[in-house]
Each structure stands twice: as C-alpha cells, then as structure tokens.
C-alpha cells in the first residue's frame, strides 16, 4: 500500500500546464513506490485516458469522473486513493521536486496536523497590469516566511488548495459530512463558475475533528497562470464566485463553530458598509468589482439563508488539546 496518493483533478486541461505538472511529479526524489498516482478525468471533452500516458509510474491510475465540478472530482479521488496522505494537485501546479518527500515527513512529524500545505508562487503567461495586483490573492498564491500552524480555525496557518496535503482519516470525514449535506456540493468550481470555499471547507472539517492546520515554507510550488485570467471580465466573475463561497461558508460554519472568523466576519461587514456608502466615488472599473461582490453575496443569501441540512456529528479521530495556541 502507498504511503500517499496525488490526486491531480482536471476539467479539458492546458496540454502544454499538465505536461509540466506531470514533469514535475516525474522528477519528485520520493521513490514512486511509495506513492500514486490518479489522474480524475472530471468530465472532460476527450478522454484524457486516450491522451495522456502514465505508464512511467507504477502506481498511475485514469479516473473518469462525468459529474462537472471541483468538489465531485476531488470526492471521487478520496474514494478511489489508496494512500494514507492525500495531496491534492491542481492541472496547472509545478510541484518542487522534494515536494512529496517534504510531504511525508510533516506527516510522520506533526501528527498534530490534519491538513497543511506550502507557499504558491506565481509564473505569468503574460505580464500583468498593474492595477491586477489587488486581485492576485485570490488566484491561489501564498507566501510563506516561516512555518505557522493552529490546533483552531486560524486563516494564517490555513493552506490553498493547490498542494494541499490532507490526512486520510479527514478526507473521509469530509466525504462522509458531504453525503449528508447537499449544500456543502455547492461550494468549488463547477465548469465555468468561479465558486470556491471547498478548501476552507475541508480546513474546518479538519479543525472539527480535532486536528490543526499547517503552513510550510519548505514545501514550493510554481502556478501557471494563464493571460486569460488576468482579463478584467475573469477577474469580475471570480469576485462574484469568491464572495458568493464566502458568505455561503458564514451560513454552513457558523460563527459558534468557528469563533476566530467573527471578528473578519465584522470587519468585512463594517468596510461592506463603507464600500457603500462610498460607491459614487469609484471609478468604473472599481465599480465593476464592487457590484459583482454584492450580486455573489446576494446569490448565496438566497441559496443559503434556508437552514442546511445538520452536519453529522462524529468522534474527533484525535482529540482536541485543551488549549488554543497558534504558532
């Protein structure tokens, strides 16, 4: 058996980005036999099976996945992995080639940890406009100066998805929460909408059980980001997704269940408030942005305002230690 599966999830993928993805895992020093490969075909086009060989790893598997969307894909790879370590690795992640090998060693170092995850750094197709720079957090890129992690939900030890490494036992959890909410599959990418929040969903699944999270400035990866998403029109539509996924994870965590987001959870409403009141002296393009923002959070009130169905309580896999500390 394995000791960790990647599990790379992809919808009619860049060729030239998941050949370099692919290089990448080639290249990794942990020895292959000791880890997989599933590559979960989500609904693409053509058959990445008849495409894309894996027959230079041992352990490489195609899985088609015909339901669209992040969440379904990623579900689907729970299910079929067999590794005790899950690492999640988006169509357009260049992992550093101890990557992996950093991995495992977390995982046998900090059992403490549920999930964690490294510092995202950027390569642009194109050079970027200056004024893009506000909106590249939520590109999913993370600088990391020094390890930070947390035994509550804390959003600075919190990784991104790309690279995320998550502990079996809270994947199944995750899966199993899922089965029994039909709202929580709403959250995450589906074709061409920009929703997200499937991440954060799995960070507090993680803190539920009674585990901690974990930022590390050892473990690096490179994210292709195309010119596409640089456009204005691209980065309207993630505003839009991005707001909606966060007042969605307010209603589906609230704040008794997360106390560390309530005093964010003010902040954004009070500078909400302001944006208001302050709209008339925008420019155009800022306007844009800020309606978008306010039609995402309109749409997830009326998805999410009825009450979701109750996420089953389990027995925390570890328990949780009696004080709260982050470091």
């Not at 370590?85 to 495992?104: G, I, M, P, R, S």
């Not at 893009?132 to 390890?147: F, G, I, P």
Request: proline share 6%; with cysteine.
């Amino acid at each position: 058996m394995p000791d960790l599966s990647v599990i790379i999830c992809t919808h009619n993928p860049k060729a030239a980005y998941l050949r370099r993805v692919l290089a990448a895992l080639q290249a990794q020093t942990l020895p292959r036999e000791r880890w997989e490969l599933l590559l979960i075909d989500n609904a693409s086009t053509e058959h990445l099976a008849d495409i894309w060989n894996l027959s230079w790893h041992p352990r490489a598997r195609h899985v088609r996945e015909d339901e669209v969307g992040l969440t379904p894909a990623r579900l689907r790879g729970i299910q079929e992995s067999a590794g005790e370590l899950l690492v999640f690795v988006d169509d357009d992640n260049v992992l550093d080639k101890k990557y992996l090998e950093q991995a495992t060693a977390i995982a046998r170092d900090w059992p403490v940890l549920g999930v964690w995850g490294g510092q995202v750094e950027p390569e642009f197709e194109t050079t970027p406009e200056a004024w893009t720079k506000r909106y590249w957090h939520l590109l999913a890129l993370k600088t990391v100066l020094q390890d930070r992690w947390a035994n509550f939900p804390a959003t600075e030890s919190f990784p991104v998805g790309a690279g995320m490494c998550v502990r079996k036992p809270i994947a199944r959890e995750y899966q199993h929460q899922l089965s029994g909410n039909s709202q929580r599959l709403l959250l995450g990418r589906r074709g061409k909408a920009l929703t997200s929040g499937e991440d954060m969903d799995i960070f507090l699944t993680a803190c539920q059980a009674g585990f901690g999270t974990g930022v590390f400035a050892g473990l690096k990866i490179t994210h292709l980001i195309p010119a596409a998403r640089l456009e204005e029109n691209y980065l309207v539509r993630l505003v839009e997704g991005v707001a909606y996924s966060t007042r969605a994870l307010d209603f589906l965590h609230p704040s008794d269940v997360i106390p560390a987001h309530a005093e964010q959870r003010l902040k954004r409403w009070l500078k909400h408030l302001r944006n208001q009141a302050g709209e008339l002296f925008l420019d155009a393009r800022e306007r844009r942005f800020h309606r978008a923002a306010r039609r995402g959070r309109a749409m997830a009130e009326v998805d999410f305002a009825r009450p979701p169905a109750a996420i089953r309580a389990t027995t925390p896999v570890l328990a949780s230690p009696g004080k709260q500390e982050v470091c």
